[in-house]
C-alpha cells in the first residue's frame, strides 16, 4: 500500500542535514497536573497536547483529517528547523509519558502507553544526528516525492477541498509552499553530494522522467489546473475569472519554473554523482541505515539475513502450491511454462480500462455479500474503485490505497494501474481488491480513523508490519469467502503471496547482499508469472524505499500465527469477528504490542 500523504514524503526523507539540525532552547517543563487528575486524566491530556502540537508543525496530517484550521499551509518539512522542533518534541513527550505511573492505568490505556512510547521512541532514534546524515540529503524519490503527491493533491480530485472560495484562495498559498519545497530539495541534494551520501541513478533517471511528464503538459491539462475546470456553485463569476488568471501565473510562472530547476539539477549536476550501485550496501552508511530501516519496518529485532532465509523458505512453500494449481487445471509443461502461458495467453488480459474496472466492481460486490460474515464493524467510509490517473500510472505499483475522510465525507479510493494492459494478467483482480480495498486497508485505515475512542496517534497512525501485514492476511480471507474456487484466481493469490514472500528475498538482496537490478527483476521473473513491467515496478520502488517491502510477511505471518494460536486456545469459544475486532478495532500496532493484546484476550475469553 502506498498512500499519498505528504507527510509519509517527511517520513522517509527525514530531510535537515545531521551537522546543521538548528539547536533549540530546552522546553518550558510542563505544568504539574492538578492533584485530582487521574492518570488516565494525564495520560490523554499528552496524547491530546501532542497531537495538537502535530497538526501545527505538520498542516497536511489536519488537513487529510479534515482539520482545515492550518488549510493555507503545506509546511516546510525539508528546514533543520523543523525537524529540530520535532525532535524536541518527542524528547518533552517521552518524559511527559514516564512522569505517569503506567500500573494506575487500566489495560486498554496501558496499550496506548505502550504504543505511543513506542512511536516517540522509535521518532527520536531517526532524529538523531548519524541517521539524519544518512536520509536528509535524500529529500525525495521517484516513488514517494512531493513532486508527484503534489499534483492529485492539489488537483481538485485529492484531499485538498475545493469546495468554497476559500479554499481556491488557500490552494495558492500552499502552491508557494510547494515551489519553496522544490528549492529546498535542491539545496539537500547538494548536501549529499559534498558529503558523499547520493542516491542511486536509477532513481534518478525516473524522476528526470516523472518531472519531464509533468512539463509537457500543457496548463489546461495539468493537474494543477484542476479546480479551475470544476467551480463550485458559491465562487462567483467575477472571483472565477480572478482564480482562472492567478491560477495560470502560479503554474507558468512559479510551479512549472520550480519543476524545471529540480529537473536541471537533476540532468546537470546530481545525476553524474549519483550511485551505480542500486542497493544500500553501495551506500556510504548503508549498511547501518539499512539494518535500522528494517527493525522500524517490521516491528521486530530481525536481521536481513534473518528474513533473507525466511523469504527463501517460503518461495519454496509457495512453489509447491502453485504446483497443485498447474495439474488442477491440466497444463502439461513445466511450472515455468505455466508462468509464461499466463502472462502471454489472451484469455487472461483486459482490452480496455472500462472492462479492467468492471472486473474490480465485480469482486467488490462479491466481498459486500459476504462481509458481515467475518466483521461486526463495517466502516461508514464508502469505498470507489478506480484506476490511477494516467499522468502517474507509469510509475505506480499495480495497486494501493488512498483514505477518505473520518467523518466519511470523502470515500477511500482503491486505485489499480491500467498503464500497458497488455502486459497485466487478471488472476490477481481478486486478490488485488481484497488487499487494497476491502477487508484490506480500507478497513484497517477507516476503522482506526472512525473510533474516536480511541487518542488521535493510534486513530491516524500505524506501522507498516501491521499495516501491510493486516493487508497480505485479508487476502488469505478470500479462501474463507470462497473466491478462490476458480483455480486461476487462486493461483492469482497465490502469485501475490510469492511476491511477498519474494520481496524478503529480493529487498535484503539488493540492499544487503549487492544484487543488481536486473538480478532482482530475473529473480521475480523466475519464481512467479509476473510481467516484466510489474516486475520491473516492484524492484524499483524496493530500490526507493528500502526494507518497506519486507513488511508484508513478516506482518501476515505473526497474525495468521495469533489467529491460529487464539483457535487452538478458545476451540468453540473462537469468534472470527471477534478476533478481527481485536485486530483492527485499535488501530495499527506494533506486532510485538499486537501479540500482547490478543495473548490477553484469550485469556479474558478463557475465563469467561
Do not use: C
Request: hydrophobic share 35%; aromatic share 10%; net charge neutral.
Amino acid at each position: 500500500m502506498r498512500m499519498k500523504l505528504f507527510f509519509a514524503v517527511s517520513a522517509i526523507a527525514l530531510a535537515g542535514s545531521a551537522g546543521a539540525i538548528a539547536q533549540q532552547a530546552a522546553p518550558t517543563a510542563p505544568v504539574a497536573p492538578a492533584a485530582a487528575e487521574t492518570a488516565h486524566d494525564r495520560l490523554f491530556r499528552l496524547f491530546e497536547d501532542s497531537d495538537e502540537a502535530n497538526l501545527k508543525r505538520n498542516p497536511i496530517s489536519a488537513l487529510f483529517r479534515g482539520d482545515l484550521r492550518y488549510a493555507d499551509r503545506l509546511g516546510d518539512g525539508i528546514t533543520d528547523e523543523y525537524y529540530a522542533a520535532e525532535r524536541a518534541a518527542a524528547e518533552q513527550e517521552l518524559r511527559a509519558l514516564r512522569a505517569i505511573p503506567r500500573d494506575q492505568l487500566n489495560p486498554t490505556d496501558q496499550l496506548a502507553y505502550d504504543v505511543f512510547e513506542y512511536n516517540r521512541t522509535n521518532a527520536l532514534r531517526g532524529l538523531q544526528a548519524d541517521m539524519l546524515g544518512l536520509t536528509a540529503v535524500r529529500p525525495i524519490n521517484h516513488f514517494f516525492g512531493i513532486h508527484t503527491f503534489y499534483p492529485t493533491f492539489a488537483s481538485g480530485k485529492g484531499a485538498a477541498p475545493f469546495k468554497t472560495l476559500g479554499d481556491y484562495e488557500n490552494n495558492l498559498k500552499r502552491h508557494k509552499d510547494y515551489v519553496v519545497f522544490l528549492d529546498r530539495a535542491i539545496g539537500r541534494f547538494r548536501q549529499g553530494m559534498e558529503s558523499g551520501v547520493v542516491d542511486t541513478k536509477l532513481t534518478v533517471g525516473n524522476m528526470i522522467q516523472q518531472l519531464d511528464a509533468q512539463l509537457a503538459q500543457r496548463v489546461e491539462e495539468s493537474p494543477y489546473y484542476g479546480p479551475i475546470t470544476q467551480f463550485p456553485d458559491s465562487v462567483a463569476e467575477a472571483d472565477r475569472a480572478r482564480l482562472t488568471q492567478q491560477y495560470q501565473a502560479a503554474i507558468t510562472g512559479e510551479i512549472y519554473p520550480a519543476l524545471k530547476r529540480l529537473r536541471d539539477f537533476f540532468q546537470a549536476e546530481y545525476l553524474p554523482a549519483a550511485r551505480d550501485g542500486h542497493g544500500l550496501v553501495h551506500m556510504k552508511g548503508g549498511n547501518k541505515l539499512y539494518r535500522y530501516l528494517i527493525a522500524q519496518t517490521t516491528t521486530l529485532p530481525m536481521t536481513p539475513d534473518q528474513i533473507h532465509q525466511l523469504g527463501l523458505g517460503e518461495v519454496a512453500r509457495i512453489t509447491g502450491e502453485m504446483e497443485k494449481v498447474r495439474q488442477e487445471v491440466g497444463f502439461e509443461g513445466t511450472l515455468q511454462q505455466f508462468f509464461d502461458h499466463l502472462r502471454t495467453d489472451p484469455k487472461f488480459k483486459e482490452k480496455s480500462r472500462e472492462s479492467l474496472t468492471q472486473r474490480y466492481y465485480d469482486v467488490g460486490e462479491k466481498v459486500d455479500a459476504q462481509i458481515a460474515r467475518y466483521f461486526s464493524t463495517i466502516p461508514k467510509t464508502p469505498l470507489k474503485i478506480e484506476p490511477y490517473p494516467e499522468f502517474r500510472e507509469k510509475f505506480e505499483a499495480g495497486g494501493s490505497y488512498n483514505p477518505g475522510n473520518p467523518d466519511g465525507s470523502r470515500p477511500g479510493i482503491f486505485y489499480f494501474n491500467a498503464y500497458d494492459l497488455p502486459s497485466r494478467t487478471t488472476p490477481g483482480i481478486t486478490t488485488l481488491y481484497l488487499h487494497e480495498g476491502a477487508p484490506g486497508h480500507h478497513f484497517q485505515i477507516s476503522l482506526a480513523r472512525e473510533n474516536e475512542a480511541l487518542p488521535p496517534f493510534m486513530r491516524f497512525g500505524g506501522t507498516t508490519a501491521f499495516n501491510e501485514g493486516w493487508g497480505l492476511y485479508a487476502e488469505t480471507l478470500g479462501y474463507d469467502m470462497g473466491l478462490y474456487k476458480d483455480p486461476y484466481q487462486r493461483f492469482g493469490t497465490l502469485s501475490d503471496e510469492m511476491l511477498r514472500a519474494m520481496r524478503l528475498v529480493v529487498d535484503t538482496g539488493i540492499h544487503s547482499k549487492g544484487w543488481t537490478r536486473d538480478q532482482a527483476i530475473q529473480s521475480m521473473l523466475d519464481h512467479s508469472d509476473m510481467g516484466r513491467t510489474d516486475a520491473t515496478a516492484e524492484v524499483e520502488r524496493y530500490i526507493a524505499i528500502p526494507s518497506q517491502a519486507t513488511a508484508y510477511k513478516v506482518g501476515a505471518l505473526t497474525i495468521q500465527r495469533l489467529r491460529k494460536k487464539a483457535q487452538d486456545e478458545l476451540g468453540p469459544k473462537f469468534d472470527i469477528r471477534d478476533f478481527h475486532a481485536q485486530i483492527l478495532m485499535t488501530g495499527s500496532l506494533p506486532l510485538s504490542i499486537l501479540e500482547q493484546k490478543i495473548d490477553r484476550w484469550i485469556a479474558s475469553r478463557k475465563a469467561a
